[in-house]
């Protein structure tokens, strides 16, 4: 049996290899290496073609919405936050089309860290554009900085990783109104949204940590075994 194809999003950035520099598509191999590693075939997405997310939609079997820098906040209604990075217009269109695609087709999909915020961005949903701030403490940014996280049980993530997992993930934005279908399934001990699902999706999974990091694969497994049936 074919294994399933399993997209994955991919920054567009200046790179040097060798005595060049060019525009490239990037992406960690953590992630094409859990793909693989959980019997899928990776392949990345560069985000070039709005006209192209369809047929993405159409022929990939899943789809991973990969982390990386801030979303606009003008996508959301919500001022520019000077203190973020440098946004990538161009990113940020191409997965927001994507992802309403991915949902349109009930594509599976397996959205992390910034690619929960596009998830929940395409669902008409919005995010606090500085964490810190909204929560008065630092936690959530601190880079290497371990905290425990509760899990619905009865949630396809809980069911994938258990009812709590400690995470590390450093960031400065985080869900606020959730979008349309998508529900709260994670939460960090100050009650951060930190894993949502859609309902009534065949698997579509947002969380804000990541997942293809480390020796526990069983989320991205979820997602290829979901694309697989």
Known sequence: MSRPLIGITAYLEAARWGTWVREAVLSPPS????????????VLLPPLNLGGVDD????????????????????????REDRGEDL????????????????????????????????????????????PEAVDHDRHVAAGRAHLIQISVSSKLGKAVGDRAEVTAPHH?????????????AWADDQIVEGVELQGHR???GVQWHPER????????????????
């Not at 939609?57 to 003008?74: N, T, Y």
């Open 214 to 229: 480390g020796e526990d694969n069983r989320l991205v497994e979820a997602l290829v075994e979901a694309a697989t049936g």
């Open 56 to 79: 993405y939609a159409r022929e990939l079997s899943g789809v991973i919405f990969a982390g990386g820098g801030e979303l606009d906040p003008s996508l959301y209604g919500a001022a």
């Open 88 to 131: 990538q217009p161009h990113r940020d269109r191409f997965e927001l089309a994507l992802a309403r695609a991915a949902v349109q087709a009930d594509l599976p999909l397996l959205a992390v860290a910034r690619g929960m915020h596009v998830l929940n961005v395409a669902q008409g949903g919005s995010l606090i554009p500085w964490l």
């Open 31 to 42: 992630y094409a290496r859990a793909v693989e590693k959980a019997g899928g075939l990776p």
């Open 203 to 205: 698997f579509a999974v």
């Open 173 to 185: 934005q985080a869900l606020k109104r959730l979008g349309a279908g998508l529900q709260a399934v």
